[in-house]
């Protein structure tokens, strides 16, 4: 199934970045600004703490966002950990994209990649490059349609019943960070 294929079935229409570094986000933009043809936006975050406020006012105004890809160090060691958690609460799947070995060169072994959470796997590279924020969205769309969509289609109906935010799904979705951390 093509990438295109995967963007309809998934039903995506609105995205978060949500990333403190200005190298990474010039190129999400680059890369995100492709997909504008197939009716997603992409809004984005310089803070963990942005990030909350656009997902709880996007909520709020009944155009909730569908993905939020956080980095997970930004004003503190965890931030992500808060973005992702807001994103679970207000009905929003939500991932971790974070570097690692950024300090060695792309031609040492193990050199820089970027870590998918929960438990989606590594892509080679930085994030400073729109062809990662490209495979990070690849790997995205392929756990939301595969193995997460009953979790997603669970949400979508406690939502529709229950028609507002929920601590609890947020606690419980992120016992899948806590597993993939162990």
Do not use: C
């Amino acid at each position: 199934m093509s990438l295109e294929e995967k963007m309809v079935e998934s039903g995506i229409k609105k995205i978060l970045i949500a990333d403190d570094t200005s190298s990474n986000l010039e190129a999400a933009k680059e890369y995100f600004s492709s997909l504008e043809k197939y009716g997603i936006k992409t809004d984005y975050a310089s803070s963990a703490k942005q990030a909350k406020e656009k997902i709880q006012a996007a909520y709020k105004s009944k155009e909730k966002y569908s993905v939020v890809i956080s980095d997970m160090v930004m004003e503190d060691p965890h931030s992500g950990l808060q973005v992702v958690r807001e994103g679970f609460k207000h009905q929003t799947f939500s991932f971790i994209a974070t570097g690692r070995n950024y300090h060695k060169s792309d031609r040492e072994a193990h050199g820089p990649y970027t870590q998918l959470e929960p438990m989606l796997g590594t892509i080679s590279g930085k994030k400073e490059k729109p062809e990662v924020w490209k495979e990070i969205f690849g790997k995205t769309l392929e756990h939301i349609t595969g193995k997460a969509k009953p979790t997603i289609a669970a949400l979508e109906r406690y939502h529709k019943y229950a028609g507002k935010p929920s601590d609890e799904i947020a606690d419980m979705l992120m016992d899948l960070y806590k597993s993939s951390s162990e």
